[in-house]
């Protein structure tokens, strides 16, 4: 429901062999916004996301999705449960062709319904008229941002209730960054909730709800637009450089 919190991460702590990537993250995501999560290179935003999505496992805390402790859960479960990640650089399966690497995004609910997810292939296709004329080439030979899109596409595929996207942007020309972000508006917009993590904060503020800031594996900031945009000190250390 919105205004809900969808997601509620408390105290997460993930570890690499010796290196704590996260030392106690906390933070939540209303049902139906874009939260943001902002912060330098090497700062725990991709740590933070994988562990969301039961790729890593956390030492310590708690995540509760849709009022549920989800924590620690196998990835495929949480996928089930409305969760799904489109991964930094963009992780398509290069090797398998669009259409493959949309039922791929769809496994769960292959053996069940899949009359149902070949409609839902029309419906991308509908929306990403690129990847309809692309459905039999190789993932692996798209360009960055076809890639991208397939990326979203196949995340979607699995129905989420909850899209958290690592740095969509990344790598992509200004023309196609706007293209993404007007993707993730939309998104949004049809009631899917998103959590954006983005090196490009100007874009970002340009589109989000609400705003965290990661350093260090901790949460150094959350607040709206209005309350990042006055912290000048952030504005200066995260923001500057990168924005533009
Ligand atoms: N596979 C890994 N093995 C060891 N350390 C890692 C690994 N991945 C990331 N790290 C370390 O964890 C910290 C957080 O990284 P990451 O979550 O990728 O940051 P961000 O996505 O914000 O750039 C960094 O210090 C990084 O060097
Ligand atoms: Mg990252």
Do not use: W
Not at 3 to 24: C, R
Not at 198 to 224: C, P, V
């Amino acid at each position: 429901m919105a205004g809900e919190k969808i997601l509620e991460v408390e105290g997460l702590e993930t570890s690499y062999d010796m290196i704590k990537a996260l030392k106690g993250v906390s933070i939540s995501a209303l049902s139906g916004k874009l939260t943001c999560i902002l912060g330098p290179n090497g700062a725990g935003k991709s740590t933070l996301l994988f562990t969301l999505a039961g790729i890593l496992n956390s030492d310590q805390g708690k995540v509760i999705f849709a009022g549920e402790d989800i924590t620690n859960q196998k990835t495929s479960d949480l996928v089930e449960k409305g969760l799904a990640l489109v991964p930094e650089n963009r992780l398509i399966f290069p090797h398998l062709t669009v259409k493959e690497n949309l039922l791929a995004g769809a496994y769960a609910r292959l053996a069940k319904e899949r009359e149902k997810v070949e409609q839902d292939i029309s419906a991308m296709y509908a929306r990403f008229p690129v990847l309809k004329e692309r459905s039999s080439q190789l993932g692996g030979t798209m360009s960055g941002g076809e890639q991208q899109m397939l990326a979203v596409a196949r995340a979607l595929m699995s129905k989420p209730k909850l899209l958290l996207m690592d740095e969509p942007s990344v790598g992509l020309a200004p023309m196609i960054v706007d293209e993404i972000f007007s993707i993730i508006k939309q998104l949004n917009a049809e009631g899917i909730s998103i959590v954006l993590v983005e090196q490009n904060a100007s874009k970002a503020l340009e589109i989000g709800d609400y705003f965290y800031l990661l350093d260090q594996g901790k949460q150094i900031f959350g607040g709206s637009r209005e309350a990042i945009l006055k912290e000048n000190i952030i504005k200066k250390a995260y923001l500057g450089e990168s924005a533009g």
